[in-house]
């Protein structure tokens, strides 16, 4: 008998006590309501701030036109102090003008719509060639030693050194600008992908091969979805380098059945010395590359890093 009801005891003890046990999840945690309750207070913030980060954020509307507000400020002061001629320097309402004129007349439009049509072929173009490639060179590692020094070479090859080899191969044509927007894009993104899988860790393709995935199957399903992150710094440096060639070659090769770019308008402002249509096309450069930036890349970085966890403690 007392062997029997210090069995019942135990089994006793061991149902009452149950119910706690399953809310312990750590032996440094054991048997301190205080430290759990702490815990269960930061998971519940963690999980708060994920929920009202994912809401719409109006400091990232306001604090760039308050940023842009105190620019133009400044600009409009440093044109009233009269240190350089108005046709030299010429003030925000001078520039605003010249550009609705510009607009009027159909020219903005024109080359707004040249230029950016010209940078998303060749940035496109640009993906679908150096995607394949930079899987390549990070899955063999002997191509990856013959060709990665030369892909970092053209990385950085300033692409203005395109420009006279472009027209001598192809002519006064978008052929030309498509060159060099292509050398300054594609070097950029290879890299990038490069990156992104060297940070993969090496547990992910030891399940990919347990599970019998293919080397293609491994590159298309596993190392590449992994390396989202690096691949779309790769993206966001290809566009910036493709965009920045674009203008050079658009400055340098006018004429010939060159369209009418944001380079060319820029390059006549500096032909006519008309100072405005030289910010006008600045600022419009400026302009399109933001509105890229935030419309196309921020959104899909700002979900990829929430999707992973890693948009917590972030200032984006």
Not at 93 to 118: H, M, N, P, Y
Not at 213 to 223: E, G, H, N
């Amino acid at each position: 008998m007392p062997i029997e009801q210090e069995t019942r005891l135990v089994e006793g003890e061991t149902v009452e006590q149950a119910p706690q046990s399953r809310h312990i999840t750590s032996p440094s945690l054991k048997g301190n309501p205080d430290e759990l309750r702490d815990l269960e207070a930061g998971l519940d913030k963690l999980q708060s701030d994920a929920h009202r980060k994912a809401r719409i954020d109006w400091t990232r509307i306001i604090l760039p036109i308050a940023a842009l507000l105190v620019l133009i400020l400044a600009w409009q002061f440093y044109v009233s102090l009269g240190f350089k001629r108005r046709d030299q320097v010429p003030g925000p309402l001078d520039v605003l003008g010249q550009f609705g004129a510009l607009w009027a007349e159909g020219k903005a439009q024109e080359a707004i719509w040249t230029s950016l049509q010209r940078g998303v072929i060749g940035f496109l173009i640009s993906v679908a060639v150096a995607t394949p490639v930079g899987l390549l060179l990070a899955q063999v590692q002997p191509l990856r030693r013959a060709f990665g020094p030369l892909i970092s070479g053209l990385q950085v090859l300033p692409s203005v050194a395109w420009v006279p080899a472009a027209i001598i191969w192809f002519g006064l044509s978008d052929g030309t600008v498509y060159f060099v927007v292509l050398m300054g894009a594609i070097p950029s993104i290879i890299n990038g992908l490069i990156s992104g899988v060297d940070q993969i860790p090496p547990q992910y393709r030891s399940v990919g091969k347990v599970l019998g995935a293919s080397r293609l199957q491994m590159a298309l399903q596993i190392v590449l979805p992994a390396a989202l992150p690096g691949y779309l710094g790769g993206l966001k440096q290809g566009w910036a380098f493709s965009w920045r060639s674009l203008m050079a070659a658009e400055i340098i090769a006018v004429g010939g059945t060159i369209g009418f770019g944001l380079g060319s308008l820029l390059d006549q402002g500096r032909t006519l010395s008309d100072m405005a249509t030289v910010m006008s096309a600045i600022l419009a450069i400026l302009f399109v590359g933001i509105l890229i930036e935030l419309v196309v890349f921020a959104p899909i970085e700002r979900r990829l890093l929430l999707r992973r966890g890693l948009l917590a403690g972030s200032t984006r």
